[in-house]
């Protein structure tokens, strides 16, 4: 059976963490104290919002990689990250490897196709770790496209610091503010739930959310309790509806709505 270090086995790097509380320094010493438990090569730092797009923390991102792993996440990718979506079903103070949430055909999702295999993972373990104010900090903890996944041991030792890293977190973050957040307060749900209104039927809107997210018509099935048969004339329905003949085409659809939501009308 496996089993998780209990306190004992932390490295020495915990107590500069809370010395670093409030300060600069803090997310850093966060990071070493993390690789301590499980090492791993990059750290992205989020706060999650349910009215808002995500606000940027701390990340370890080479500076030439920013743009397509950074600046494309926030902008849009991350409505598709299995994580984004663990969170928007309250999933959170927890701790989860990205085969625990993704998708049946993660690997064929729009977002795994034009951002996931574009910042060359190899595997993600994310913390979802609930603030007073009603956010979620979002450690998205990754290891590279030559390295091994993430273990099951390895799962159990960022669960065990689970409360601590919460607590540490939510201290530190206690005298920030939540910022002042751009676009309208609903532009991701509408973008969301409402895409393709007018045109789609709600469960053809709902079975386009699931395709571009990465879900096999077998998983649309099971999660919508419609016949495997039905998700397919549903597929075949949105497609012809909207214009599209490729899910990298129902993307770039979804994605225009998005920014027209966050232009405004």
């Known amino acids: 059976m496996t089993t998780a270090p209990d306190a004992s086995d932390w490295p020495d790097t915990l107590p500069p963490v809370i010395d670093a509380l409030h300060s600069a320094e803090f997310f850093p010493r966060m990071t070493r104290f993390l690789g301590g438990l499980a090492p791993f090569s990059g750290i992205f730092i989020t ?49 989860h490897r990205l085969r ?13 196709q034009h951002y996931y295999r574009n910042i060359d993972l190899r595997d993600e373990l994310g913390l979802l770790l609930a603030l007073p104010d009603g956010s979620v900090a979002f450690y998205s903890i990754g290891r590279p496209g030559r390295e091994r996944r993430f273990s099951s041991r390895a799962l159990a030792a960022f669960r065990t610091a689970l409360p601590l890293v919460t607590s540490l977190t939510a201290k530190h973050l206690l005298h920030q503010p939540r910022p002042d957040l751009p676009g309208p307060a609903q532009v991701i749900d509408d973008a969301l739930i409402g895409f393709g209104a007018g045109v789609l ?62 232009d405004g009308p």
């Open 100 to 112: 625990d949430v993704a998708p049946d055909r993660f690997t064929r999702s729009t977002y795994y």
């Open 47 to 95: 706060r999650l919002f349910r009215d808002a797009p995500p606000r940027h923390v701390y990340d370890t991102v080479r500076i030439e990689r920013r743009a397509a792993v950074i600046d494309q996440y926030l902008d849009s990718a991350y409505l598709l990250d299995p994580f984004y979506d663990a969170f928007r079903k309250g999933n959170v103070d927890c701790a």
């Open 201 to 262: 039927t709600a469960r053809e809107r709902e079975v386009a959310e699931l395709i571009l997210k990465g879900h096999s018509s077998a998983s649309i099935s099971d999660r919508t309790g419609t016949a495997v048969g039905t998700v397919k004339i549903h597929r075949k329905n949105l497609y012809r509806k909207l214009g599209v003949s490729s899910q990298s085409e129902l993307f770039a659809s979804f994605l225009g709505r998005v920014l027209a939501g966050r």
